[in-house]
């Protein structure tokens, strides 16, 4: 079973930056981050692969978020920056383990709250 804990998140006002990150107890081939709004479903935000050069990233936060991993500490961040408003939510780390397929382990996740 592998467990994450996500940390960074924050009160910020529109337009800052913060810095998430994840840190895993074990390696995994795809790492992800998820977010999930107020009153809405759990939506997709990037993910990166173990050779940290694969990446995807959501066309919401394209330009603005930028994912990456350090694989000798097991860990993955998101570099947010021009936050807005609707980029509040709670944000969650997923990882696929050693095979790739659907992310079957999920952090508690961490708040992250813009205001204008």
């Known amino acids: 079973q592998v467990q994450l804990a996500e940390s960074g998140g924050g009160l910020v006002q529109a337009g800052e930056s913060l810095r998430l990150s994840c840190v895993a107890s074990?390696?995994?081939?795809?790492m992800g981050w998820f977010r999930r709004a107020p009153g809405k479903e759990r939506e997709f935000v990037s993910s990166i692969h173990w050779n940290i050069t694969t990446t995807y990233i959501a066309d919401s936060v394209k330009g603005r978020f930028t994912v990456s991993r350090d694989n000798a500490k097991n860990t993955m961040y998101l570099q947010m920056n021009s936050l807005k408003r609707e980029d509040t939510a709670v944000y969650y780390c997923?990882?696929?383990?050693?095979?790739?397929?659907?992310?079957?382990?999920w952090g508690q996740g961490t708040q992250v709250t813009v205001s204008s």
């Open positions: 074990e390696s995994s081939l795809w």
């Open positions: 997923a990882t696929t383990g050693p095979a790739a397929g659907q992310y079957l382990y």
